[in-house]
C-alpha cells in the first residue's frame, strides 16, 4: 500500500488520516513544527501505523500527500514540504480557498477564472495535483454513507495515473458515484460548489449532507 | 391565478410559458419588438391563453413576472419592461450570468461578493425579485422527474410572500424538495453552482441531470 502524508493538524487531517489508517494505510501527519500537539495525540491515538513530523519530513516519507491545510495557507504548506519533496508525487488537494474576512459566509479569495487547485498545479509542476473531497464536511469524505445516500464525488487532475490512484481511495472511503471531470480547472467548479455548501448547511443546520447528481 | 408576463422568447421562455398554459394560467411574453417570430410562433402555439407584445406590456399585464432573459442582457431587459410595470410585483429570476466572452467553459460575470440576482434587486429596489430554477436546464425547471429523480430546488428573496407564491408554481411543476436559503444574497450560492453545472454536462453528456442535496 502506498505511503500517505496528511500536511494539516486540524480536525480534517486527523479525520482522514485516521480513516487511512483503519485501512492499513500508513500515514505520517506534517505541521510547521514536529512537536506539534495535535499531530502527537494523532500518533498517540492511531498506533504504530501513525507517525508525525513536520511537513518536509511528512512530504518526504510519503507517495501519496493529502492537503488538508487551510486553503488560505495551502500554498505556504506546500512549499515547507518542499518543492523536490513533492515532486511526480500525487497530491490530493482537499482544501478550499475560504476567506473569512469579507463578511459571513465565507466568500472565496479565488474563483471562477482561476482556482486553488490549479494554483497549486501551476506552483508545483512535477507534482500531480487531484481535486476532490472539498465538497463535503470530513467525516462525509471518509463515509458517504453518512449523508443518509449514495451522494456524487468529483474529481479532476492533469495525470490519469494520479486520478486513478485517488479513485481507489476514494472506492475504499465508500464512494460509488465518482465524477471524473477531466483537467484540474475544472477545480474551478468543484470549489464554487462552497456557496452553496455553506448556504445549505445554514439553511438546513446540517453538515452531513452531500450533493448528487441525479441523471 | 396570478396573469404571468415571460421576459424573453428563447427556449428558457417558451418551455416555462407552455408549461405554465398547461397549469391554466394566463400568459404574456415580452420582448424587445411586439412582433418578434418566436413570441408570434409561441402564441400560435399555445392558444387563447399566450399572448406577446413588448417587455413593457408583458410587465403591465402580469402580477409574476419570469426573467428568461440571457444574463448579460437582464438588467438591460427589465430596463425595458419599466420600473414602474414591475414596481411591486414578483420578478422570478432564472437567468445566470454566464459569459462566453474569456473561454468554454463559460465564466461568471458576477461572482463570490455580488450576483445577478442582486444586481436586479438593487436596481428595482420595489420589486420582490426571488432567484430560483437556474440550476437546471429548462425542461427539468418544468419537469424535474425528467432527471430520474426527486431533485432539490433552492430559492432566495427578500420577500417571504414572493417566495410563497414562487413555491406554489415550483410545486405545480413537479418540484418537491424545496429548499428556502434566505434573502437575495443567497444567489451568489447558486449562481455559483453554474461552472460545476456545466463540467458535469460535458463530462456526462447529459443536460438532464438535476442536484440533489442528500440529508
Known sequence: MKKIGILGTGTVGKTIGS?????????????????????????????SKASNGTFSEAAQ????????TLGMASIQALELAGKNNLSGKV??????????????????????????GEQIQRKF??????????????????????????????LCGNDEKAKAETVEILKQ????DILDLG????????????PIWVRTYIATKNGYFAFKIIR
Open 183 to 194: 483537467d484540474i480547472t475544472n477545480a474551478r467548479g468543484t470549489e464554487m460548489l462552497l
Open 173 to 176: 472511503f465508500g464512494w460509488n
Open 19 to 47: 480513516a487511512l489508517i483503519k485501512l492499513g494505510y500508513e500515514v505520517k501527519m506534517g505541521s510547521r513544527t514536529s512537536d506539534n500537539a495535535s499531530a502527537l495525540e494523532f500518533v498517540q491515538t492511531n498506533g
Open 125 to 154: 509542476p512535477e507534482t500531480h495535483v487531484v481535486k476532490t473531497l472539498n465538497i463535503v464536511n470530513c467525516e462525509v469524505m471518509v463515509n458517504p454513507s453518512k449523508s443518509g445516500g449514495d451522494p456524487t464525488m468529483f
Open 91 to 116: 497530491v490530493i488537494d482537499i482544501s478550499n480557498p475560504l476567506d473569512f474576512s469579507k463578511g459571513m459566509p465565507p466568500s472565496l479569495s479565488v474563483c471562477n477564472l482561476d482556482s486553488l
Open 61 to 68: 516519507f510519503a507517495e501519496i500527500i493529502f492537503n488538508c
